[in-house]
């Protein structure tokens, strides 16, 4: 069928046709937006789950919703090598700037950028333009600890959102990449909002390991946030999925063909997207059946290989393959790492390394002591697909890898 008219959109972060499976974590967004604008306490929250659910998807609701009921809200995305701090900051200061335009000159915002300034110099964030005429604030925000200075910036914020009777949503992508101090920083910073009642949202998302990073801050983190999952679709949310988008067109899928893309999606969004988005192409007319599906299967397994599930193999090392080959002779799911540990027959110590280098990039998440499992759905199945012979067993390949350990 006419490709330009395809309704399904395969792609990170890319809003899909219909956002199925989704209406109880927005209606709970839409009860903490409210409550916390009228100066009342609820939870922010954190979304948890593997690679391709709709995180991003999600977050960026989350932000258009926010905004239309009264809030400034800035959004960002966290990656290796890149402070919280600066991540923040231009946004935070973007806000002010709007904040202090609203009406005559606050003394609200105007503290707050100066509580910014200190910040900024004492964690040596540079932001370009940084000028802002205004001189920091002594004592504040300024002892260059993350953990001291982020809570102090927001109740500076906060305040002066209060001031103007608006709101801020802070939306924070991919957390499993903050540093441990950094996630703890967040968590205070949102202990003294709930404390102050003061404005300031937090919707965050990332991978499984999320909860676990909170650390000693746990207690903490437990009071002030939720961590809703967000996993694969039931199947009559992947129904939903695939069958809303094409019905507006009046287009259907026969019974057996949805089955089948259920089968091979296992009702992950992002599949789902692929699967409807082949499906549409193959089909010569509607209904969309079984020998169009089972086309699209070719097009978008082979898709999926060359992208989504390529880009993230092309950044390991040899032995992280190796690692992950391991990992998916064991199958889907969680495992322990003794059973990794096991199929490459060594002990579990000689593959730390290796193993917190996958968490690092994350490929994989751990998140109970011990464990180990794929961050991407189907990835086993992709490992396979690409080293099909069984994994080496890497006492027998020591001797040439490290010729120099003894
Ligand atoms: N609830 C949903 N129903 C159908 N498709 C969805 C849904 N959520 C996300 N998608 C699709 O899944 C893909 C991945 O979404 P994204 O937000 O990038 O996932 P994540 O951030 O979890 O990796 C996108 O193509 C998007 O259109
Ligand atoms: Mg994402």
New binding site residues.
């Given amino acids: 069928m006419n490709p330009h008219k395809n309704p399904f959109?395969?792609?990170?972060?890319?809003?899909?046709p219909?956002?199925?499976?989704?209406d109880a974590i927005l209606t709970q967004a839409d009860l903490l937006l409210s409550r916390v604008l009228a100066g009342r306490s609820e939870k922010s929250f954190l979304a948890v789950?593997?690679?391709?659910?709709?995180?991003?998807?999600?977050l960026n609701d989350m932000q258009r919703r926010a905004e239309s009921v009264g809030y400034r809200s800035l959004i960002v995305e966290c990656h290796d090598g890149k402070s919280l701090a600066a991540l923040l900051a231009p946004g935070m200061r973007q806000i002010l700037f709007a904040l202090d335009s609203m009406a005559a000159v606050s003394e609200k915002t105007r503290r707050g950028l100066a509580v910014l300034k200190s910040f900024l110099s004492s964690l040596k964030v540079t932001i370009a333009d940084i000028e802002f005429g205004i001189n920091p604030e002594r004592g504040t925000a300024d002892s260059g600890n993350i953990e001291i200075d982020l809570p102090d910036l927001f109740v500076a914020v906060g305040e002066a959102a209060k001031d103007r009777n608006v709101g801020i949503a802070i939306l924070i992508?991919e957390l499993q990449y903050l540093a441990p101090n950094e996630f703890s920083a967040l968590i205070m910073a949102m202990h003294r909002m709930a404390q102050k009642s003061l404005p300031i949202v937090l919707f965050g998302?990332g991978l499984p390991q999320i909860p676990a990073l909170a650390g000693d801050s746990k207690s903490y983190a437990e009071r002030l946030f939720d961590f809703p999952d967000?996993g694969p679709?039931s199947d009559a949310?992947a129904r939903r999925?695939l069958v809303e988008p094409v019905g507006k067109a009046g287009v259907n899928f026969t019974e057996e063909s949805l089955v089948e893309i259920i089968r091979m999606t296992e009702g992950y969004?992002?599949f789902?997207?692929e699967w409807g988005y082949h499906s549409w192409n193959v089909a010569p007319m509607s209904p969309i059946d079984l020998t169009s599906v089972k086309a699209a299967n070719e097009l978008a397994v082979a898709r999926l290989d060359k992208a989504f599930f390529r880009v993230r193999y092309d950044r390991l090392s040899d032995r992280e393959r190796e690692y992950m080959r391991a990992l998916a002779e064991l199958g889907p799911g969680v495992h322990r790492s003794g059973e990794v540990a096991k199929v490459l027959q060594g002990k579990v110590n000689e593959f730390g390394t290796v193993r917190d280098g996958l968490i690092k990039k994350g490929m994989i998440y751990s998140r109970e002591y011990g464990s180990v499992a794929f961050t991407v759905p189907l990835f086993d199945q992709f490992m396979r697909r690409t080293m099909p012979d069984k994994p080496v067993p890497w006492n027998r390949k020591k001797k040439h890898a490290h010729p120099a350990r003894k």
């Fill in positions: 959109s395969p792609g990170a972060g890319t809003p899909p219909e956002l199925a499976g989704r789950g593997l690679r391709g659910v709709g995180k991003t998807v999600l992508d998302a967000v679709l949310e999925a969004p992002y789902l997207q």
